[in-house]
């Protein structure tokens, strides 16, 4: 089964950053399709009956379906996966923290072998089709979305009205039902305090900016999720090629940031990437959020070729490695965060030293 | 010339923790005599003539003794010593600050091949005999600093008054003229907030602390210089003894205070330690203090066994190696505080990488 490798390793498609586009600055592109089903309640009004009607009505689509793409497909269902299980998907940005949360068996995500695609059954909505590549490729992205949500749709009746689209559990996602991000690696704009001044901009052309794991989660690492704040009165293509200019815009302030910081700091520069480096390969107890800060400085060593021998790919899979979940999973016992905090630690140690 | 030798390496006696008592706690000892010529102005008050008139005598004292231990000492008059000279001596602590910022060149130094005998000629006495040895040695200090007193004293009148005994410039010396020292290393100490109290106890016991270069220099790295504050109506002996008790309880107070960090937050202590070499390491840019700060955790963990594969001695030769004038020496050129800190970070990374 391969939700046990996803489960066990910490590899998922987009850390692949060598594949991806732009991937020194965007780390990966998602599209999420919310969708529901006709005649049955929104997910927060289900009850045992309607949760598992819904979860049979997708689960027999998937099955009909012939798309080898949903045929790789595995159906896992909330009683077969642990909290901690269900924690380390929302590690790897494989499901939300609300849907982690849920304890329901018709709860259920459906997920392909890499990770890149994946379907939560009966979060806010009865599906969020979510597809998730390295680098910038929110077109790609939106590709494979689409065509599993055509697949879908041959079997399933979505709930959809002429004027409105498609309808949703949150009126803040009607329309298209799409929810387009990117999420962004900006140390060298937030290091130079540019970053609030161009977020505001960004507000300005309906975008939102978030932390690593979307809404109400802060920025650490100086990681940035970049999303559409509108889904109703604009195409999918609009939404797409606003996000993607806009990001491609940011890109480019980022590495002229980066190179100013490289060329009129430079000694600075190497002083703070080394600094992170010894620390993390060094210390003994480190929080999450100090990994993540001192992991981006890192990053930024290696895209800016003051560190070698460290690939980006390795970082990405980090990242997740060292999340709560991760740690525990890697050594088969709850732990207290002070117990993670050191666990981390040696990782961390492992993996860069 | 041995002279060259201790200019332009960084290794002097007191260096050598090896081979010293509780060198693992004091770094060095220091025994100091004050001494003037009788009938001749104490040096704040020499002019040329009377200047050169003290350095001649001085001088045909040293000539005139068969003592292998005199013989085999160099004179070095500040016309042969560049001020980027002077200051590497004091770095070395072979010679004092104020008698470094001096000009004339009737002051000067004898010193013998390894840097635990000198003697500073015209600094605020005639002569300030100095043996500065690794690890806890004041007596024997005393021992090499009297015979070197008492095989000059056949050659050289020395200002002496039957009831108040040598007679030196500042009156706080008048008496024994002797300053015994020691410069502590106390991590724990500091690290668990008991310094304050211990010092304040001392200092009721008539002894002063001070940091690293002596009056009115501030205390980094942990390096405490514990001395005696009377001269006056109180025997070598007593001196000697009274400093050598209070340094023995402070390194047993040391020891306990070390054994409880290692037992009761081992992880606390190697994430500091850890961190301090990952710094020390990796940096590209570090000031002296931070320097020294750091080499005093990283010290504390070669005491503790947490760090292998470092001597003691690498240490205290690094901790002169990284100040500004040992800096510029190994540059050849002059250098502005920036510069400094950039060749610091890369003089360490040498050294402990």
């Given at each position: ?141 939106y590709e494979m979305a689409e065509r ?47 970053a609030n001044a161009i977020f505001q ?123 709560p979940a991760h740690l525990q999973k ?24």
């Open positions: 089964m391969h939700a046990d490798d996803l489960l066990n390793s910490n590899y998922v498609k987009w850390m692949l950053a060598e594949e991806a586009p732009a991937s020194d600055i965007v780390i990966s592109s998602r599209i999420r399709l919310a969708r529901n089903l006709n005649l049955i309640p929104f997910p927060h009004l289900l009850d045992q009956k309607s949760g598992e009607r819904s979860l049979a009505e997708i689960q027999a689509a998937w099955q009909k379906s012939q798309d080898p793409i949903l045929r790789e497909m595995e159906l896992l269902t909330f009683d077969q996966l642990s909290p901690l299980d269900r924690q380390i998907l929302v590690e790897k940005h494989l499901i939300s923290p609300n849907h982690a949360a849920a304890n329901e068996h018709y709860r259920g995500l459906l997920v392909n072998r890499d990770g890149a695609l994946a379907i939560m059954i009966n979060e806010e909505d009865h599906l969020r089709i979510q597809c998730l590549l390295p680098g910038l490729q929110v077109e790609a992205c599993i949500d055509d697949q879908l749709e041959k079997n399933l009746n979505f709930a959809f009205d002429e004027s409105r689209g498609y309808l949703t559990a949150c009126p803040t996602n009607v329309g298209t039902g799409m929810r387009a991000s990117v999420m962004l690696h900006l140390p060298a704009i937030t290091l130079t305090g540019l901009n960004i507000a300005q052309l309906g975008m939102t900016v978030r932390g690593l794991y979307g809404e109400g989660s802060e920025v650490v690492g100086n990681l940035y999720q970049v999303s559409n704040q509108v889904t109703l009165g604009q195409s999918e293509e609009d939404i797409i090629n606003n996000l993607t200019t806009i990001t491609a815009q940011m890109v480019d302030q980022e590495r002229i940031m980066r190179s100013r910081l490289a060329n009129e700091t430079r000694f600075q520069l190497e002083d703070r990437v080394g600094r992170a480096f010894g620390i993390l390969t060094n210390a003994r107890i480190m929080t999450s959020n100090e990994a993540l800060n001192l992991l981006s400085d890192v990053r930024l060593g290696v895209d800016l070729g003051i560190i070698k021998d460290i690939r980006p790919f390795a970082l990405n899979e980090l990242m997740a490695a060292v999340s890697r050594s088969g016992q709850e732990m207290d965060p002070f117990q993670r905090d050191v666990k981390r630690a040696e990782v961390i140690k492992e993996k860069l030293g």
